[in-house]
């Protein structure tokens, strides 16, 4: 396991984080998991030996009864506080009134007490933002995390699903004023979803915030045990809930890629897919789910799988983005004003 910084902060996170969305199972989220405590502590447990310290969930998760687990899971695990960089999320409905959700200041104070008591901690590492607020302004939100950070309560504070420009105006304004600065970007990020390298991936280089990738599988879809007809294991979380969105043709053209190399390689298409994404440079951690100790054995390997520069630049290849503009036509006027 490799230990990459929380963005531009000095705090070590490992390279692979464990998502909770399958603890709970409670109201929708029963189609993402229904793991109860036992369940829970065993896959915590392993992670932790595994070597993996950063543990990522939401408030909104099994309504928040995942929270009540995770936080519950660390503390069966025998592990200090301190040795868990625990991250969580708030913006989603977690009541019937209209104030009970998005990034309000007035939420994001309610949330962040609420999560605290499911969690039984008394600070939470990373409080994230988890979706784009279109009606409360910015500044406002970038206020109250840093009110947070300043009370003790948070320590370092990211979002989640938002665009370039929204990320970039949120870092002026606490730049401007001397505010808690973004440390990261959660987003969906695969090999056969790379939109994210259009201008997302620009800013996070050029600002120094650190992604942590959700869905790296794409809800299942690149784990190589699904075909063209959407035939895949029965109860599986594609099977049941079909997202996040994604362009089948394209899936399934790296998914080809990937099977032979997987194939020559005796292992899983999803380590091949996991292992693509912890290649990338720009990548801080890749979030994975369990649903047993198995899969997320799986899931860790990925961790020691080295790619060859050929097996690189066949995966490179096949999920290759289509030019776009205005892409195309910078990559064209910049011709001659590269470093080499």
């Known amino acids: 396991m490799q230990y990459k910084t929380l963005g531009n902060t000095g705090l070590l996170v490992s390279e692979i984080c464990l998502g909770t969305m399958t603890f709970g199972g409670r109201g929708f989220w029963t189609a993402i998991g229904t793991l109860d405590q036992s369940v829970a502590d065993g896959i915590v447990t392993r992670a932790l030996d595994a070597g993996i310290n950063f543990i990522d969930t939401a408030d909104v ?18 592990r200090k506080r301190s ?7 708030v913006f989603g409905a977690t009541g019937p009134g209209p104030n009970d959700r998005a990034a309000s200041r007035g939420h994001i104070m309610d949330g962040v007490k609420a999560s605290l008591k499911r969690l ?3 600070y939470i590492d990373l409080y994230q933002i988890h979706g784009l607020d279109t009606l409360t302004p910015v500044e406002e939100t970038v206020r109250a995390l840093d009110d947070l950070v300043r009370q003790g309560h948070v320590r370092y504070v990211g979002v989640s699903n938002w665009a370039a420009w929204n990320i970039m105006k949120a ?8 505010w808690t600065r973004l440390a990261t970007l959660q987003a969906y990020y695969t090999i056969a979803g790379r939109d994210l390298e259009r201008e997302i991936v ?5 600002e120094k915030l650190g992604l942590m990738v959700w869905s790296p599988l794409a809800g299942g879809l690149l ?18 809930f079909d997202f996040p969105p994604v362009n089948k043709d394209r899936a399934f053209a790296c998914i080809d ?31 994975i789910g369990a649903k047993n100790i198995g899969q997320l054995d799986d899931n860790i390997a990925a961790t020691e799988i080295k790619l060859t520069a050929d097996e690189l630049r066949q995966l490179d290849q096949v999920s290759a983005l289509p030019p776009e503009y205005p892409g195309w036509m ?4 910049g011709v001659g004003r590269r470093p080499e």
Request: net charge positive; glycine share 14%.
């Open 171 to 178: 870092l002026g304004i606490a730049d401007r004023h001397g």
């Open 202 to 206: 620009p800013l996070l280089e050029a």
């Open 330 to 333: 910078i990559e064209r006027q």
């Open 223 to 240: 784990s190589g045990k699904f075909d063209r007809e959407g035939n895949g294991p029965e109860g599986s979380r594609r099977a049941t």
């Open 61 to 78: 998760y099994s309504e928040g009864l995942s929270e009540e687990i995770t936080g519950r899971a660390i503390v069966n695990s025998g």
């Open 83 to 89: 040795d868990v960089v625990l991250a969580t999320k």
């Open 257 to 287: 890629v990937m099977r032979g190399i997987a194939g020559a390689r005796g292992v899983s298409v999803a380590r091949i897919a996991l292992a693509w994404v912890l290649h990338r440079p720009f990548v801080m951690s890749v979030i």
């Open 120 to 122: 039984g901690t008394d």
